[in-house]
Nanobody, 131 residues
């Protein structure tokens, strides 16, 4: 059984930083795409970033480019999302999920990072950015 667990969320002032972690069991991250997504109250879940070790590829949605960095540790089977220069609009519950390695690669991202192809969602970690 695949299980993902997010951690690292919290309350931070605008301009501050947080590092989210996504730890997996039952799946080897190196063989899959790992995505970070977020959902604010009353809004749809949106894609934030992904990483695919198989394709040596990363992706960021435009609103976080230059501020967020995704990385992974094979030894720890963990994916991180370093979030800097946080803004109030980054406030949301952040989730990680797994998909085939293709979906975070050049061709697989032609339609953007697709939420529907990811599964085994974690329980989420809350990020709140205050002004």
């Amino acid at each position: 059984e695949v299980q993902l667990m997010e951690s690292g969320g919290g309350l931070v002032q605008a301009g501050g930083s947080l590092r989210l972690s996504c730890v997996a069991s039952g799946v080897t991250f190196d063989e899959h795409s790992i995505g970070w997504f977020r959902q604010a109250p009353g809004k749809e879940r949106e894609a934030v970033s992904c990483i695919s070790s198989s394709y040596d590829s990363t992706y960021y949605t435009d609103s976080v480019k230059g501020r967020f960095t995704i990385s992974s540790s094979s030894a720890r089977n963990t994916v991180y999302l370093q979030m800097n220069s946080l803004k109030r609009e980054d406030t949301a519950t952040y989730y990680c999920a797994v998909a085939g390695p293709y979906y975070c690669s050049g061709y697989g991202l032609l339609s953007g990072l697709r939420v529907d192809v990811f599964d085994s969602w974690g329980q989420g970690t809350q990020v709140t950015v205050s002004s």
